[in-house]
């Protein structure tokens, strides 16, 4: 696996882990400043969704995590693949289903990683 790959990987999972830790622990205070287009009074009815949310985002985190862990080159490129693919997909649902701007950086870490591993990995001789 590429250096750039796994630079990727872990800025996908750091930022996963930042959001884990908003939408868990600082969702009426930070979550109410990242989406301030919200109405305030949103924020505290909506706390134990978030919280739900946030345990997904620490899950991708942590499954990006192990991906870096593992040892064997070939399994290291499908799981981080398998957790890249659940990043992007997630930030085009977050896309369509919240603005544009808020999945553009899941999707495009998640992606970047894909293509990181896709490009960084040796080709077989022919």
Not at 9 to 25: D, K, Q, S
Not at 56 to 67: D, E, K, R, V
Not at 111 to 123: I, S, T, Y
Request: charged share 15%; aromatic share 12%.
């Amino acid at each position: 696996m590429s250096k750039i790959a796994r630079i990727i990987i872990g800025a996908t999972a750091a930022v996963h882990l930042y959001i884990a830790w908003f939408e868990v622990f600082a969702w009426t205070t930070v979550g109410r400043d990242t989406f301030d287009t919200f109405d305030p009074e949103l924020f505290s009815e909506t706390e134990a969704l978030a919280a739900n949310q946030g345990v997904y985002n620490a899950f991708l985190a942590i499954g990006l995590i192990w991906s870096l862990l593992i040892r064997d080159d070939d399994w290291h490129t499908r799981i981080a693949a398998c957790f890249l693919a659940f990043v992007a997909i997630a930030g085009v649902t977050a896309a369509i289903t919240v603005t544009f701007a808020t999945g553009l950086p899941q999707m495009a870490l998640g992606a970047a990683g894909l293509c990181a591993l896709a490009f960084g990995r040796p080709r077989d001789a022919d």
